[in-house]
């Protein structure tokens, strides 16, 4: 019967006489950093003054030489090399060779952004992974996915990213008693979430233990140019044990172009590299193919580092280390311990010193109270430390102040040029804002008071 003749009823009656299917699809919560930005809107189509401080984007408008070189690819329709076209597997090589990491381009492979490249490895590893506490909210998740276990380990104040050597010998021989297979360790350098750069002596040390417990080390390495200190380097355990450690990075923070979705992973050396990077490229084959052609141009272009390209990422170094700063000091100026920023666009205060105030005033008495006030009673969105593994009751969150560089491409561009953007006007009243905000919470009595405007 022509589907148009059909009876209005019959589709709805037959709906209504089908038997439920008597499962649930697996749980799989949408990850925070992307939830907290619809809260964010939510607030906002509600009317209230918002401030964005939740989501880890750069901020920034693409290059207008990256988007010329896009544009120019866009006639590449064909899928390519599963492990990214050979100029774009040398150019990256170059890109690392350039900072001490001598690399054969047979070594890198590319994926579409580094969350899917870091989800293909432990894929490919097959074992259970050591990931910092706190971290990046997808190394425990994409762990779980994986079906492996996604063991904690504390990372020492003030050097995130990198699980504490002493602490991670123990939770490895702990967790192999039990019967895991811990194969791998994860380190993020510089760190989102706590903006900070683990010392080199802390990632040798870290090294020595991977070597000693057979593990191999993912060293996340997405934020490092934006080290603040131009001065300085984040450390890469590539350079400590160059023949168990992967390293990824991508076009997203140092070029704002996480929306492109590319990036690269640079295997080890010998045959047990040559190994996993097959088994990389299985998983990608079977998942994304490759990745998209004329990014794969594009990012070919940004890995060799055109000059207009070098002092984009240096104006943005600046503006991420500027405003970060400038948000460290108001949570420092309200009360809160705030470890100073050194890298990535991330500051990571802990409320523990207002603690007492916080529960009095407020019923505040973990991360999740406290952003949650900050979000609902305030319009600042924030994210829990419990979004990235520290116990609920630490008072800590993450700020990422890089949505307020601009609303229009305009403003983010002079932001970029200025030498003191914290003191744009756009810049300076969000910050104001912020601290206002911060002296109503610590400051003033009872939750259900009127909100200042
Ligand atoms: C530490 C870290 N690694 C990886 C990613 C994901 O990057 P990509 O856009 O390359 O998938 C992010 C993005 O927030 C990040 O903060």
Known sequence: ?????????????????????????????????????????????????????????????????????????AGRGGY????????????????????????????????????????????ALGGDVVVPSPSWVSYAAQASLAGAEPIRVATPPGEGGVPSPALLADAVVRARARGRDVRAVVVTLPDNPTGTIASEDAVR????????????????????????????????????????????????????????RLGVARLPDGPFGRALRDSVLGVASEIWSSAPAPMQHAAAYAFAEPPEL??????????????????????????ARVPRPEGAFYVYPDFGPLRDALADNHGVRTADDLTGLLLERYGVGVLPGSSFGD????????????????????????????????????????????????????????AGQPVPA
């Open 80 to 123: 390519g090399p599963v492990a990214g076209s050979a100029a774009l597997r040398g150019a990256a090589a170059g890109y690392w060779s350039r900072r001490g990491l001598p690399t054969d381009p047979s070594a890198v492979v590319a994926g579409p952004g580094s969350k899917p490249l870091l989800y293909a490895l432990l894929a």
């Open 205 to 260: 040390r870290l090294c020595a233990v991977a070597r000693e417990q057979d593990l191999v080390i993912i060293s996340d390495e997405i934020y490092r140019d934006l080290v603040h200190d131009p001065a300085r380097t984040a450390p890469s355990p590539a350079r400590h044990a160059p023949e168990r450690t992967v390293v990824t990075t991508a076009l997203s923070k140092s070029l704002a172009a996480g929306g492109w």
């Open 391 to 446: 116990a609920p009751s630490a008072l800590r969150m993450r700020v990422a102040p890089s949505l307020l560089y601009g609303e229009t491409d305009e403003q983010r561009l002079t932001a970029l040029a200025s030498p003191a953007p914290e003191a744009l006007p756009w810049i300076a009243d969000a910050l104001d804002r912020l601290s206002e905000v911060l002296a109503d919470l610590v400051e003033t009595a009872t």
């Open 310 to 335: 070098v002092e984009r990422v240096d104006r943005s170094r600046r503006l991420h280390a500027a405003v970060a700063a400038a948000v460290a000091d108001r949570f420092t100026a309200a009360g």
């Open 1 to 73: 019967m022509p589907a148009q003749t059909q009876p209005a009823h019959v589709n709805s009656a037959s709906a209504n006489s089908v038997r439920p299917l008597p499962f649930e699809p697996r749980r799989v919560p949408l990850s925070a950093t992307l939830a907290v930005n619809e809260a964010i809107a939510r607030k906002r189509r509600e009317g209230v003054r918002v401030l964005p401080l939740g989501f880890g984007e750069a901020g920034i408008p693409i290059h207008p030489a990256l988007a010329r070189e896009l544009g120019a690819a």
